[in-house]
């Protein structure tokens, strides 16, 4: 089976803090990428940051980095220095031929 | 270039009648992906069409539900006799043609459907 999950639900951080969001995939496909989604209440898919599954090297966008483990299909979001503007619900998931996305986390960000 | 367009945004139907949401992908894009995400979850793939074909069709519910992408004008997602649970919002995605299954996906505003 093909699944993706998100175990937390909801988060919070304080703003200018770190703070984490874990997420485990499931496949027996070897070329795909991973992604995460924010997607704020406008409902708009907004693309965070991709990585190749066969790279090795972690994917970073400015304050956004990610933990691939490819072994345990381990695949966390970093984000640092958080801001009011990342409070949103963020999907992870990957893409063979098509998107499987986990369930999402909700982040909040406190002042 | 402009992204992935989706029309209506909102779509409002009483029980028993047809929606009908449209999905123009971005220029030079012949791959056409819908997603449903239900209150309170995450996306679910539904159908994966290329112009004139349906290539993976296996998120589609057996009834009421179809999808075509002809070879002029957008991919329309029609759902017949619409029930209060297919209240939801609609995804639309793109990619280009090459390097099909490694292809980012460009999504679409989503279209809201609200069934009363």
């Known amino acids: 089976a093909q699944t993706v999950t998100q175990s937390q639900p909801e988060m919070s951080v304080q703003e200018a803090e770190t703070v984490t969001l874990s997420c485990t995939y499931d496949t027996s496909e070897s070329d795909y990428y991973l992604f995460w989604y924010k997607q704020p209440p406008s409902r708009q898919m907004i693309l965070v940051i991709r990585?190749?599954?066969?790279?090795?090297q972690n994917a970073t966008e400015n304050r956004f980095s990610v933990n691939f483990q490819k072994a345990a299909k381990s695949f966390s979001l970093k984000i640092s220095d958080s801001q009011l503007g990342d409070a949103a619900m963020y999907f992870c998931g990957y893409n063979f031929n098509k998107f499987y996305f986990g369930s999402g986390t909700k982040l909040n960000v406190k002042p | 270039n402009a992204g992935v367009m989706q029309n209506p945004r909102h779509l409002v139907r009483r029980r028993g009648q047809e929606a009908r949401l449209r999905c123009s992908p971005m220029?030079?894009?012949?791959?056409v992906y819908w997603y449903r995400q239900l209150p309170e979850e995450g996306l679910k793939f539904m159908v994966y069409l290329q112009k004139e074909n349906i290539i993976d069709e296996s998120g589609m519910p057996k009834e009421r539900f179809s999808a075509e992408f002809p070879k002029e004008g957008p991919s329309i997602l029609r759902i017949q006799q619409v029930v209060r649970g297919d209240s939801a919002a609609y995804f639309c995605a793109s990619s280009p043609p090459n390097r099909v299954h490694y292809n980012e996906q460009f999504f679409g505003p989503g279209t809201r459907l609200t069934v009363l």
């Open positions: 220029k030079g894009h012949s791959h």
């Open positions: 990585q190749e599954a066969y790279k090795q």
